[in-house]
Protein backbone atom coordinates (compact mmCIF):
# COMPACT_ATOMS: atom_id res chain seq x y z
CA UNK A 1 0.00 0.00 0.00
CA UNK A 2 1.59 3.60 -1.09
CA UNK A 3 1.16 5.71 1.78
CA UNK A 4 -0.52 9.44 0.38
CA UNK A 5 1.96 11.25 2.33
CA UNK A 6 5.18 10.03 0.72
CA UNK A 7 3.65 9.41 -2.54
CA UNK A 8 6.06 9.95 -5.45
CA UNK A 9 5.15 12.13 -8.69
CA UNK A 10 2.14 14.25 -6.98
CA UNK A 11 0.64 16.84 -9.23
CA UNK A 12 0.27 20.59 -7.34
CA UNK A 13 -3.43 21.88 -8.23
CA UNK A 14 -4.87 24.55 -7.04
CA UNK A 15 -8.78 24.93 -8.38
CA UNK A 16 -11.18 28.18 -7.73
CA UNK A 17 -14.58 26.70 -8.99
CA UNK A 18 -16.34 23.28 -9.42
CA UNK A 19 -15.51 23.42 -13.08
CA UNK A 20 -12.44 23.83 -12.63
CA UNK A 21 -12.74 19.95 -10.71
CA UNK A 22 -14.55 19.04 -13.78
CA UNK A 23 -12.33 20.02 -16.37
CA UNK A 24 -9.16 18.70 -14.88
CA UNK A 25 -11.12 15.26 -14.15
CA UNK A 26 -12.01 15.76 -17.94
CA UNK A 27 -8.12 16.55 -18.84
CA UNK A 28 -7.29 13.10 -17.22
CA UNK A 29 -9.86 10.98 -18.54
CA UNK A 30 -9.24 12.38 -22.26
CA UNK A 31 -4.93 11.69 -21.69
CA UNK A 32 -5.34 8.55 -19.86
CA UNK A 33 -4.90 7.97 -16.52
CA UNK A 34 -2.31 7.26 -14.24
CA UNK A 35 -2.01 7.18 -10.26
CA UNK A 36 0.41 7.18 -7.45
CA UNK A 37 -1.60 6.21 -4.69
CA UNK A 38 -3.80 3.20 -3.34
CA UNK A 39 -6.90 4.34 -5.41
CA UNK A 40 -7.86 4.16 -9.24
CA UNK A 41 -9.08 7.36 -11.35
CA UNK A 42 -12.42 5.74 -10.73
CA UNK A 43 -11.86 5.54 -6.94
CA UNK A 44 -10.64 8.93 -6.77
CA UNK A 45 -13.18 11.02 -8.51
CA UNK A 46 -16.04 8.23 -6.84
CA UNK A 47 -14.79 9.69 -3.61
CA UNK A 48 -15.43 13.84 -4.69
CA UNK A 49 -18.49 12.75 -6.00
CA UNK A 50 -20.27 11.42 -3.08
CA UNK A 51 -19.02 14.25 -1.19
CA UNK A 52 -20.68 16.81 -4.10
CA UNK A 53 -23.58 15.27 -3.63
CA UNK A 54 -23.66 14.69 -0.05
CA UNK A 55 -23.19 18.91 0.31
CA UNK A 56 -26.59 18.85 -1.37
CA UNK A 57 -28.34 16.03 -0.24
CA UNK A 58 -26.40 15.39 3.63
CA UNK A 59 -23.86 12.99 4.40
CA UNK A 60 -24.95 9.64 5.90
CA UNK A 61 -22.40 10.17 8.58
CA UNK A 62 -20.97 11.85 11.46
CA UNK A 63 -17.35 12.47 12.96
CA UNK A 64 -16.24 11.50 16.30
CA UNK A 65 -16.25 14.72 18.39
CA UNK A 66 -12.86 15.35 18.56
CA UNK A 67 -12.39 15.68 14.80
CA UNK A 68 -15.44 17.91 14.63
CA UNK A 69 -14.20 19.95 17.44
CA UNK A 70 -10.91 20.45 15.18
CA UNK A 71 -12.43 20.45 12.08
CA UNK A 72 -14.74 23.65 13.24
CA UNK A 73 -11.74 25.58 14.71
CA UNK A 74 -9.63 24.76 11.14
CA UNK A 75 -12.34 25.50 8.89
CA UNK A 76 -10.96 28.77 8.11
CA UNK A 77 -7.55 27.81 7.24
CA UNK A 78 -8.81 24.19 5.20
CA UNK A 79 -10.85 26.12 3.06
CA UNK A 80 -8.09 28.58 2.34
CA UNK A 81 -5.23 26.39 1.89
CA UNK A 82 -6.02 22.83 1.80
CA UNK A 83 -6.25 19.66 3.15
CA UNK A 84 -3.11 17.87 4.42
CA UNK A 85 -2.64 14.32 2.84
CA UNK A 86 -2.11 11.01 4.90
CA UNK A 87 -5.18 11.47 7.25
CA UNK A 88 -6.52 8.18 8.29
CA UNK A 89 -10.04 7.90 7.66
CA UNK A 90 -11.97 6.56 10.80
CA UNK A 91 -13.35 3.08 10.67
CA UNK A 92 -16.39 4.49 12.04
CA UNK A 93 -17.13 6.09 8.41
CA UNK A 94 -18.94 4.21 5.78
CA UNK A 95 -16.81 1.86 3.58
CA UNK A 96 -18.19 3.41 0.68
CA UNK A 97 -16.36 6.14 1.68
CA UNK A 98 -12.94 4.79 2.82
CA UNK A 99 -12.65 2.39 0.09
CA UNK A 100 -15.01 3.93 -3.20
CA UNK A 101 -16.46 1.93 -5.72
CA UNK A 102 -13.87 0.91 -8.08
CA UNK A 103 -15.58 1.73 -11.58
CA UNK A 104 -13.46 3.30 -14.77
CA UNK A 105 -12.90 6.83 -14.99
CA UNK A 106 -15.09 7.69 -17.51
CA UNK A 107 -18.18 5.86 -15.50
CA UNK A 108 -16.65 8.27 -12.57
CA UNK A 109 -16.05 11.69 -14.93
CA UNK A 110 -19.90 11.12 -16.01
CA UNK A 111 -21.18 10.80 -12.20
CA UNK A 112 -19.23 13.88 -10.98
CA UNK A 113 -20.49 15.80 -13.87
CA UNK A 114 -24.25 15.02 -12.90
CA UNK A 115 -23.42 15.56 -9.41
CA UNK A 116 -22.41 18.91 -9.93
CA UNK A 117 -24.72 19.69 -12.13
CA UNK A 118 -27.09 19.01 -9.15
CA UNK A 119 -24.78 21.56 -6.90
CA UNK A 120 -25.20 24.03 -9.42
CA UNK A 121 -29.16 23.84 -9.43
CA UNK A 122 -29.86 23.17 -6.12
CA UNK A 123 -27.02 25.01 -4.51
CA UNK A 124 -25.34 23.26 -1.42
CA UNK A 125 -25.99 23.66 2.04
CA UNK A 126 -26.06 20.54 3.62
CA UNK A 127 -23.75 19.96 6.88
CA UNK A 128 -20.24 18.95 6.96
CA UNK A 129 -19.29 16.27 8.80
CA UNK A 130 -16.21 17.93 9.82
CA UNK A 131 -16.56 21.94 9.35
CA UNK A 132 -20.55 21.93 10.34
CA UNK A 133 -22.79 24.13 8.50
CA UNK A 134 -21.29 25.75 5.36
CA UNK A 135 -22.83 27.83 2.87
CA UNK A 136 -22.73 27.60 -0.44
CA UNK A 137 -19.73 29.68 -1.29
CA UNK A 138 -18.09 27.41 1.47
CA UNK A 139 -18.90 24.27 -0.28
CA UNK A 140 -17.14 25.20 -3.26
CA UNK A 141 -14.63 26.37 -1.23
CA UNK A 142 -14.46 22.88 0.71
CA UNK A 143 -14.58 20.90 -3.10
CA UNK A 144 -11.69 22.50 -4.31
CA UNK A 145 -9.80 21.66 -1.68
CA UNK A 146 -10.47 18.28 -0.88
CA UNK A 147 -10.49 17.79 -4.97
CA UNK A 148 -6.82 19.17 -5.36
CA UNK A 149 -5.76 16.38 -2.35
CA UNK A 150 -7.27 13.65 -3.81
CA UNK A 151 -7.11 14.53 -7.71
CA UNK A 152 -2.90 15.36 -6.96
CA UNK A 153 -2.68 11.29 -6.64
CA UNK A 154 -3.48 10.97 -10.65
CA UNK A 155 -2.90 12.60 -13.19
CA UNK A 156 -2.33 12.46 -17.49
CA UNK A 157 -0.46 9.47 -18.48
CA UNK A 158 2.81 10.21 -19.52
Not at 19 to 39: H, R
Not at 81 to 90: A, Y
Not at 93 to 111: K, M, Y
Request: glycine share 8%.
Amino acid sequence: MVKSKTAAKRRKLHFNSLDDILNDAKTVLAAGEATCGGWSAGQIVSHITIFVHGSVDGLPFTLPLPARIFGRIGRGIFLALGFPSGIKIPASIPQSIRHPEDVTLEVAVERLTQAIHKAEQKRMNGISPLMGKLNHKQWVKFHCRHAELHFSFMRPSD
